[in-house]
T-cell receptor
Framework: SQQGEEDPQALSIQEGENATMNCSYK?????LQWYRQNSGRGLVHLIL?????REKHSGRLRVTLDTSKKSSSLLITASRAADTASYFC?????????FGTGTRLQVFP | EAGVAQSPRYKIIEKRQSVAFWCNPI?????LYWYQQILGQGPKLLIQ????????DSQLPKDRFSAERLKGVDSTLKIQPAKLEDSAVYLC????????????FGQGTRLTVV
C-alpha cells in the first residue's frame, strides 16, 4: 500500500525555473523524507524533515511540512538538466518507511 | 563506506520458475527493507527486518514470496513460482534503525517474467 500521493505525477520545466512537488499522506508520522531516483537506479536520500519542523533547507532544496493538513512540498530552485529524475516522498511511521507514488521531473536545457 | 550490494542486476525467467535475489546491507545497519517497484510506480514495501527478526511482512504475498535475513546481515528474497505480474525492480535498503534515519538503497534487481 502507498502512504503518500504525489502531485503532479509529471512535471516539465526549463533550466533555471523552480520545480515544486507536493506530497499528501494519510496517517501521523515521525518524519517525512524525500528521495530521488534516476532512471534505472536505486533511490538516493535528499532531505528529512521531522514532524515538529515546518521548513527545512538543503542547498537548492526547500521542504515544508504541514502536519495538520498531512502534506509536504519539495521545492527545487534554479533547476538544472541534471535534476531530471523521479522524486518520492516517504513517511516514517513507527520506524517503517512507506513511499509515495512519485513525481517525474523533466528539466529541459 | 561500501553501499548496499544487490545481485543479480537483471534476471529473466519464465512464469512458474523460481528466482532468488541477494542483498548485503551496509555494515552495522540493523534495519533491512525489501521493496517491489513496478514500472512507473513508487516502491512498495514487501518486508522489513530488524536484525534477523521480521518487523513487517503484511504486504508480502506469502504463498509465493519468502525472505530471510541470516545472522542479521545478508538477506535473500525468493519467489516461487513466479507470475507475470512479478515483473518489477526489487530494491533492498538498509538503515541504522530508529526514528529519523535515512535509508540507503542498492541498485536493485530488474526481474522480467515471460
Amino acid at each position: 500500500s502507498q502512504q503518500g500521493e504525489e502531485d503532479p505525477q509529471a512535471l516539465s520545466i526549463q533550466e533555471g525555473e523552480n520545480a515544486t512537488m507536493n506530497c499528501s499522506y494519510k496517517t501521523s508520522i515521525n518524519n517525512l523524507q524525500w528521495y530521488r531516483q534516476n532512471s534505472g537506479r536505486g533511490l538516493v536520500h535528499l532531505i528529512l524533515i521531522r514532524s515538529n519542523e515546518r521548513e527545512k533547507h538543503s542547498g537548492r532544496l526547500r521542504v515544508t511540512l504541514d502536519t495538520s493538513k498531512k502534506s509536504s512540498s519539495l521545492l527545487i530552485t534554479a533547476s538544472r538538466a541534471a535534476d531530471t529524475a523521479s522524486y518520492f516522498c516517504a513517511t516514517d511511521t513507527t520506524d517503517k518507511l512507506i513511499f509515495g507514488t512519485g513525481t517525474r521531473l523533466q528539466v529541459f536545457p | 563506506e561500501a553501499g548496499v550490494a544487490q545481485s543479480p542486476r537483471y534476471k529473466i525467467i519464465e512464469k512458474r520458475q523460481s528466482v532468488a535475489f541477494w542483498c548485503n546491507p551496509i555494515s552495522g545497519h540493523a534495519t533491512l527493507y525489501w521493496y517491489q517497484q513496478i514500472l512507473g510506480q513508487g516502491p512498495k514495501l514487501l518486508i522489513q527486518f530488524q536484525n534477523n527478526g521480521v518487523v513487517d511482512d503484511s504486504q508480502l504475498p506469502k504463498d509465493r514470496f519468502s525472505a530471510e535475513r541470516l545472522k542479521g546481515v545478508d538477506s535473500t528474497l525468493k519467489i516461487q513460482p513466479a507470475k507475470l505480474e512479478d515483473s518489477a525492480v526489487y530494491l533492498c535498503a538498509s538503515t541504522l534503525g530508529g526514528v529519523g534515519t535515512e535509508a540507503f538503497f542498492g541498485q536493485g534487481t530488474r526481474l522480467t517474467v515471460v
